[in-house]
């Protein structure tokens, strides 16, 4: 039976070429409509294969290939999450490509959504491995700019919005951040300065502004 656990013959989980690997704490994911459904591609890094082996201890080295795909998609699908009206929408189909270079695993997944506004993303892929894990999302809706979010184990999920409402939210916050920060550097540098002033006999005095 042919094994496979950290196999290069099928260019799958790869630690070959780690100079030229993503980062083993960054993923990626592209989402986007295609067909009248949700497609999603994921770009995981080599270890995977520890973040598998974390979660199912009981696999060996000598697992066959097909019941590590099982594993592998397993793992994907509780840790990718959709979810639309706070129901969890399952996938209609998982598969796993070549990856780039022979050194990651790209997936693609298929959900039964025929728009991307208003979904909720669940992605906690890696994060039983590393605490300090970044995955990273490009949303691209029609003919627009894409809009990217991140998952880390502080913010695990994010609701896709209008372009129009994220710049909105994100301008005021920084209007806002800015804002305070031009008072505080004011109300400091207003708070230690004084003020000369000058009488008709000559005399000077200082006073303070507060």
């Known amino acids: 039976m042919k094994k496979l656990f950290v196999t290069l013959s099928i260019g799958l989980f790869s630690l070959v070429n780690v100079a030229?690997?993503?980062?083993?704490?960054?993923?990626?994911?592209?989402?986007?409509?295609?067909?009248?459904?949700?497609?999603?591609?994921?770009?995981?890094?080599?270890?995977?294969?520890?973040?598998?082996?974390?979660?199912?201890?009981?696999?060996?080295?000598?697992?066959?290939?097909?019941?590590?795909?099982?594993?592998?998609?397993?793992?994907i699908t509780s840790n990718f999450e959709v979810r639309k009206g706070g129901e969890l929408v399952r996938p209609t189909n998982l598969e796993i490509l070549e990856g780039d270079h022979f050194h990651n695993a790209r997936i693609n997944i298929e959900f039964p959504c025929d728009e991307l506004q208003g979904l909720s993303i669940k992605n906690t892929l890696l994060f039983n491995i590393n605490t300090n894990q970044r995955n990273y999302h490009e949303v691209k809706i029609g003919n627009t700019r894409p809009i990217n979010y991140i998952t880390f184990q502080e913010l695990q999920s994010f609701e896709i919005k209008p372009k129009s409402q994220t710049a909105g939210v994100i301008s005021i916050t920084i209007f806002s951040a800015a804002s305070l920060a031009l008072f505080s550097l004011l109300f400091i540098f207003f708070r230690k300065k004084k003020v000369l002033f000058s009488n008709p006999k000559g005399n000077s005095y200082s006073v303070s502004l507060f």
Do not use: M
């Open 20 to 75: 030229l690997a993503h980062s083993p704490k960054e993923t990626y994911a592209l989402l986007e409509i295609k067909n009248e459904k949700l497609s999603v591609t994921l770009d995981l890094p080599w270890s995977l294969n520890n973040a598998l082996k974390e979660n199912n201890p009981h696999i060996l080295d000598d697992i066959d290939e097909e019941l590590f795909i099982e594993f592998a998609k397993a793992y």
